[in-house]
């Protein structure tokens, strides 16, 4: 084994699981520690143990809060794992958030799968309950921007990567045996340049070594207005009386997208019809965002005004079940927002189930859609799908809207690359799906000198 390792055993060929061991002699740390979602067979490796001992790493390193990059954390933490799980504050705040939900989701659907008996699993079990998760978040510790800190023999420094509130790409010094650092810096999940909601990613440090998201690695976002294409997209549908479903994800997407009806409302481009957020995750997190988005935690001018301002004055949020229940007997027109942004659980479902067979309502897609999720199979134009151990018939119309995510496209990533003072000597290509992320390591071995490498799940490379 050599004296410093960088292991990959998570977001190597895939967009989810992000999970990153780098080791020097005895000491360890774990980058991000996401759950895997998509493909069944992917989804079985939440259930096996991680690929490296749960009470290796000293410390755990958060780059930002999506269940992909911390999802795993109550797992890991009933298999042994004992120590700090370090993030910045925010991060920290919308962890919470995410594993308390993730794990009531965990809970219900599998109660659910009991009552229904739809389950190969008898009984169904949740991956982790309410309680590991609350566990887990007692080893969160909080560190802000710009802080050099120290874990174990490594040291640490969360720099702003405008992905979402609190994200961040990881500097990491990694010690060598010959008294020399190793530089490596881990982008997380990088934002996009000059977005609502959310500052530019800073500019990439240098270093040796470079752990680089590709989930956007092939192509560029759409420059098409997001108002326009929320009037094009919606409007027949509601002036036909339908119900537009919006599958969004809690963090961040939920947020844009009620911040982009409200301009087209607001602009007399788009009818002022009912909004309702199902979801008590984004409830939650909207607060979050409000709070944050007018304390000093951000460094330049973010398009926005007051906190309730953020969104329409007829959006209407939906946080118990009861309450969720009632949106089943309300007539369109209407458009009703619901998580999960790639249809893999949650109250998004039950919506599908209604709204999907009636050819009046709009499926609309807002975000990247992983292999062998219900998104997926929508957005390539499935006759069906299977929801609760039934296939629902899909003649609604299914759209997706462009330009929303919170992901750098290929420019952007390229650009981002080119921030650098120097280029990096090395850089991974991880968060990507394989064709995604070839055509990334294809453009930048035409701009930059970098050895790029596209890592195998479980492949480990030496630190020199």
């Excluded at 009806?261 to 019809?273: H, K, M, N, Q």
Aim: net charge neutral; with cysteine; hydrophobic share 40%.
């Amino acid at each position: 084994m050599p004296a410093a390792s960088i292991a990959f055993h998570g977001g190597a060929g895939t967009v989810t699981g992000s999970r990153f061991l780098v080791t020097a002699g005895r000491d360890a740390v774990l980058v991000d520690c996401g759950l895997f979602q998509g493909l069944k067979e992917l989804r079985l490796q939440n259930w096996q143990r991680p690929g490296f001992d749960p009470q290796a790493p000293r410390a755990i390193v958060l780059t930002h809060a999506h269940i992909d990059h911390t999802g795993y954390l109550p797992r890991l933490v009933r298999l042994g794992y004992r120590g700090p799980v370090y993030a910045t504050p925010a991060t920290a705040e919308m962890t919470r958030i995410l594993l308390i939900d993730a794990a009531e989701i965990q809970e219900e659907d599998a109660a659910f799968a009991n009552r229904k008996g739809f389950s190969k699993h008898h009984p169904a079990l949740p991956l982790y309950t309410v309680k590991d998760a609350l566990r887990a978040l007692e080893y969160l510790r909080t560190r802000p921007y710009g802080e050099r800190f120290e874990a174990g023999t490594f040291r640490v420094t969360f720099r702003n990567a405008g992905h979402i509130l609190g994200s961040s790409f990881v500097q990491l010094e990694v010690p060598l045996a010959d008294d020399r650092a190793h530089r490596i810096v881990f982008s997380g999940d990088l934002g996009r340049y000059r977005q609502p909601l959310h500052t530019d990613p800073v500019p990439l440090p240098a270093c040796d070594t470079l752990v680089l998201e590709s989930t956007y690695g092939d192509r560029a976002h759409s420059h098409e207005p997001i108002v326009s294409q929320l009037r094009d997209e919606l409007l027949p549908t509601l002036e036909r009386g339908g119900t537009v479903l919006i599958p969004a994800f809690a963090v961040a997407r939920a947020q844009l997208v009620t911040h982009h009806l409200r301009v087209a409302i607001e602009t007399g481009r788009f009818p002022d019809v009912p909004i309702h957020i199902d979801s008590p995750m984004a409830n939650d997190v909207t607060g979050l965002y409000s709070r944050y988005l007018e304390s000093e935690y951000l460094d330049r001018d973010i398009p926005h005004t007051a906190p309730g301002a953020l969104f329409p004055r007829n959006v209407r949020f939906h946080r118990t079940i009861e309450d969720s229940k009632r949106l089943n007997n309300l007539p369109g027109p209407r458009i009703i927002i619901a998580a999960s942004g790639m249809l893999t659980g949650g109250r998004v479902l039950h919506h599908l189930q209604r709204l999907a067979p009636d050819p009046r309502n709009l499926i609309c897609l807002v975000g990247y859609q992983a292999a062998g999720t219900r998104g997926r199979a929508l957005l390539e134009g499935a006759p069906a799908v299977r929801v609760f151990g039934i296939d629902v018939d899909v003649r609604a119309r299914v759209t997706c809207l462009h330009g929303l995510s919170a992901h750098a496209d290929r420019d952007e990533l390229l650009r981002w690359v080119e921030s650098a003072p120097e280029p990096p000597k090395r850089i991974f290509l991880v968060h990507g799906e394989p064709p995604a992320a070839e055509a990334l390591a294809g453009a930048l071995r035409g701009r930059v000198p970098s050895d790029i490498r596209i890592p195998a799940l479980g492949e480990a490379f030496p630190l020199e």
